[in-house]
């Protein structure tokens, strides 16, 4: 159940108001990493969670961010407000000055309304709270960005006060996730294939604009990796030589074949 | 640049196609958390990066994502080719069966029509890097899903080949991101503020449906945590005692308050 | 600044749960008509509000609203948990069953995600209300289909919990629209055309499948009605009578001509 | 059957173009509010409608919009042609100017194609009227916004014509809905809950930020209205007090009960 | 203008009503390919178009595809009826259930609302009555499959009506395409760059899983035809061989240096 | 299976960027005639399609798109990258700059996400090819306009190669369309009705602004058409000659009558 009190959460205050920047503010009003976002993720996570203790988590961090949704919002109003009468104004977001009068609306900086298709959502606990935390870095750089657009000291002190709270819920997320105790890249429960896990497909190669070659690093270097010659120019080159048979895809033969490339690719450890 | 050599990264082989399981599996084709989604946002996240080793990387992964298209499309299209003529396999999927002819199409189980919506580019490499641990997590869950939802061996063998991928891949994006050697929950330039940051807001409170009472866990509780009693309690209680003068929001004075609750908030640290 | 309570606005009890009506339950949740399409907009139509009065009314039924959406929320998830696991009732929504894991998302019954596009927010208060009142009436038919497509107890007496209060608030709204005191059809500032306004066009003529002549009603009779043929068809006959003259669009003279048909037609008034 | 006559319904005569204007006038051609909306919204009802009276009203009027759809169009294209050829202008609205060639597109000021979201149809008459009544309302103040912003006399001159007719059409529509003759607040079949129907639940407490406190006013107070304290504060005070026992929600008993804030709230009616 | 005769095209009849059968029925009412999305792309054209002949065709065929609307939507109304009403016939397609009541709605199969995102409108004649040519023969084959998902006389006999319809406008716009006298494949007024147009870029390579290798045909060889092996293959080789220099993309030279594949590759012309 | 190599397809370099024009280009790479479109719609069409010989050459041409898409990428992202930290530009598109930090992303110029509605996929082969080839006369004529926007040589050099491409596959397409050697106007197994495949309706009619009369034209006149009055008129004089009875839609005889108008229609044939 919500209550609402008529307090925001922090209290806005702005100069001059900036209809082109209070555009941009929708960012995080109604765009795919602002506050509805983030408090309809949380807020349904939680609903769908077995885990009354990290439920709790998610309630606590979706209501407050219902709160951001209202702090941000009524900024965005503020710098909005003179399209409604002000032309010159109105063009900066024609959206908001003819069919809002002015007013915010769920919908980003170009207009486009608010989906759920921004939401991230699985239903599986550890799953859920990396998207989360993800998606609370997102969020964090998209202030950081609007402050870097704004010389208002009013609302650079909101957004600094909601870019803040983005790292407190990113760190909350993360000691959540690393308090299950799940092993390392143990996600559900069936294993990945052993050999086929550590293997590491070199698909894209040549020397780039600059001048790189393939970079190493410990992404496909140290450890249990493999490094693989891109499947693709392996199959080019079996079917060259003549080592290759079609086989019929759609085929119902009951015993696939692994493609020679994942199962026979040489590996060039390092 | 790109090329296509005619062989699938993996061969599939089906028994007896499942209209109903094709359908289902387009969530991996044409879904939010499927193969285009991620060859997208690892391909572009590339294309905009400027460190050539991790752009490598991205362009690694964001190609062999394309090949994984290729491989379960041509899946789901064995499984949903009965739809063309057969009226009761038409009806798990009549978009599929009517407008495409029984071929798949880039849309999800329910027809929801793909969308770059489902993208997470930030431009920002370490942020977009957690996007794509947390993307692979989820690509991972919903192929076991997948897996769990049929008999058939050959498309258990296939969806095993591409779930044992996603692993593969947050194996490397992890390893790409702790390379960078950025501080913990340090994302971007501007830090967060000191105090603020580390208050956790109680927002939800009561006791559960099953009895719990508010939870408390290394993620409001230890280290630097501070508990805030919930800001809009606070505010109430605050209005109650009479101890709060209400301001004007969107008065532009220049020197923005903080909020009692967030400035003022009891903690309970343990 | 909003707080959340754990615990329902209204306890749920299902019997058996039913996933095919787990998946029309959706529709109140993330619908078209649904509880976050009525939270979201009343709760920023009361944030654009400056009348304190409406506004706190606007906010008062947004945030039940929020949680009502958590009591049909909690509703759908206990009959779609079964989808997780059980293949044939994942068939009923496999979007929710593969890419959610038996949980709620922000989606109808057909798997479309919710969009700030269901939302009618004008800024002009009394239009808002008339957009109120008409989603109240809305929301209560859909909650009524619902009850008609259950035979559970605990679910039909959740749903009459929640289809009443629509009454409720349609009541409300219309009562905060009447005390405004505006005169009836007067939107806004600028007056309507004055003969203009009152000319019924019947645009849609000739006898129906079922032998109906063209209605008359109070819409279209009585008062300060007149009736006007068919724009269209008075325009074919003075063209084949000679009379009207071609005249060139988009030329710039500033003497705009009113068509003759909405000018000059005859009234039928009875 | 439709029929088309080459001549508008109303003449357009413009000044000079101005592609700025023309992009703030595609809100009415492509737009939430527009005339492809309301013509829709009417022809669908009425397609569905049993009521061969009203059902000949939603054709008539859903034709007369097809003719204000051409003419918005129209003059939405005068403005927006030299948008093929003058770069300065194609900035206006790069979407219209690129991919359109300067031509009218089905889409809003900002670039968002038309979508069925913004129609309300529910094949429930009275209930459709309410929705028509509204969005004619919403149709109209749009009008006036856009009177508002332009200058150009044949351009207001089309504008007030289009704004007249939806008064007109919001006088018919609210005439037909009286004419049914349901009792107020009568939505289908399924009466409400006695008496939780007049309870008004205070959700939103406080002292806004210009020192309001609740409002009251005839739509929570007098008549059959009953003040309900929130809820939520209930629940919280409630359980604080240890009045209240945690149930199992999703438990199979048969006796749901309601919640006690709904059924013993103290009313404060005045 | 518009008119509406009370009417409809073509008088629909039809046995026992299926409702799955009506849920296919909505691709051509609501669909991608419907009667709407034909409707719209003409009328629009029309509305844009400078040719006054052609402009006359367009809106000919625009307004009949407004009757066709009328038709199919008659049908699949017919067909839906059951869904307000039977549980069972509901689950076919809860939204037109729930939500509308049994009624139609402009969404296809799946649920998806009708989005403008269909239309192909670029306001170069030629270049749209291709577009159309295309989208007459993709709605002539959907009208067929159609046809072959029911055995009911009545739908069938309707459905043949709409689907010969298709190929009278196929034919019509054939026509008008042709009788504008432009040279082959000449699009717009810029011409391509010569030798560049005539070659064919082999990108996908390869022997197929059924064995087929790499395909010629008339559109590869013969006349102008050029055949270059696949950039991306020559690019690897001329950067193994060392013939390669890595430039800087972004660099600004004033003198962009062409592929080296583009130009020089050795044609293989049969 | 795809590979990349780290090349472009053509070079780009750029004078000074122009953020504004940047915004442009993004049609050509999430535009919904842009290359990801042109891209998904071959390549899925091959996935689909059972002629090896074509779909060969869907795949050549699909693969070449994905090139594509790379460059107009990069020529894109270095027009926008001053968005990053430059407000004036950000302006351009503040969702690239603030969601984006300057990076492409997959949308048009007007912030649209890319969506799988562009494509047209029916899986029949020639009604795919005719799509095709109305998707590159489209591509061409917007690449032609972007090209119009600009005077720096470097961008105007590779939009001219990127062109130069789209007629390189009109042609492609075209020959292969020709070559499957199917009668003209024959889509599918079912044939049209025979005479009124031939009967061209005359829906629009009277004289235009400019005083046009009904055209005439070898869309309809000549050769086997027969001119039919608008069906709609007659229908409204067959009712005022009171010799039209109406009929019970929806009613199930098993014998539907043929529209009057249709069949008796009087032809002006020259």
Redesign the interface.
Known sequence: ????????????????PDP?FG??LL?QF????GE?AAA?QYA??G??CDD??????L??????E??HL?VV??LA??HLKPM??D?HA??E???I????????????????????????????L??DL??N??AE??A???Y??????TDD??TI??L??L??????H???????L??MGKPA?S????P??PV?????????????????P??R????EGGEWEMVT????Q??ES?KAGT?T??????????????V??KQGKSKKK
């Open positions: 159940m919500y209550h609402h009190i008529k307090q925001l959460m922090y209290s806005v205050h702005i100069g001059i082109r555009n941009m960012e109604g765009g795919a990493n509805l309809m349904i996570q609903l769908n009354p203790e990290r439920k709790d988590l309630m606590d961090i979706g209501t407050e219902l709160s209202e919002g009524t109003r503020m409604k009468s032309r109105a063009h977001d024609p959206l000055a003819i069919a809002g009068g002015g007013g915010v609306a769920l919908q980003n900086s170009m207009g486009n309304p608010w989906t759920a298709d921004y939401l991230k959502i699985t239903g599986e550890d799953v990396r998207s935390i993800a870095a997102r964090k750089i998209v950081e960005r609007l402050i870097n657009f000291p009013g002190d909101a600094q006060f870019m803040s709270r983005e790292i407190t990113m760190k909350a997320f993360t000691a959540a690393e308090s890249f996600i559900g429960c069936i990945p294939t086929l896990v550590n293997q590491y497909f070199n698909d894209s190669t040549g020397v780039g604009d600059r001048g790189e393939d970079a690093g410990p992404w496909n891109a499947p693709a120019l199959a080019m079917y290759r079609p086989t019929e895809n759609g085929q119902s033969n009951g015993s696939p074949e692994t493609v490339t994942a």
